[in-house]
Nanobody
Framework: QVRLAESGGGSVQAGGSLRLACDIS????????MAWFRQSPGKAREGVAA????????QYADSVKGRFTISRDNINHTMYLQMNSLQDEDTATYFC??????????????????WGQGTQVFVSS
């Protein structure tokens, strides 16, 4: 079974950048709302950024506005999360999520029904 697959996580110093990618080839030719979530140890999973199926609309959590950028390449079936000016509190496991029904741009977990395994990001000061 083809699954969503994240990549690009790693360790970075505070102030640095990382770009995460999510292989969304299983949804080629399908209208799909996509999003990034993250979860730190002991904390609930939170929505970080969401994007419409065509990529023309985006939504961000207040904590990442101006620092993170979500995008998608529907030709190469990949979604990205460019993370700049990383801070200690951005340390988390990051997940990509997909939904084929409902409204796009939701940052709520219940809006999505397909999840990747996650990729870890560690920011050190």
């Amino acid at each position: 079974q083809v699954r969503l697959a994240e990549s690009g996580g790693g360790s970075v110093q505070a102030g640095g950048s990382l770009r995460l990618a999510c292989d969304i080839s299983k949804y080629r030719d399908k209208i799909t709302c996509m999003a990034w979530f993250r979860q730190s140890p002991g904390k609930a999973r939170e929505g970080v950024a969401a994007i419409t199926s065509g990529g023309g609309g985006t939504q961000y959590a207040d904590s990442v506005k101006g620092r993170f950028t979500i995008s998608r390449d529907n030709i190469n079936h990949t979604m990205y999360l460019q993370m700049n000016s990383l801070q200690d509190e951005d340390t988390a496991t990051y997940f990509c999520a997909a939904a084929q029904t409902g409204r796009c741009l939701s940052l709520r977990q219940v809006s999505y029904d397909d999840w990747g395994q996650g990729t870890q990001v560690f920011v050190s000061s």
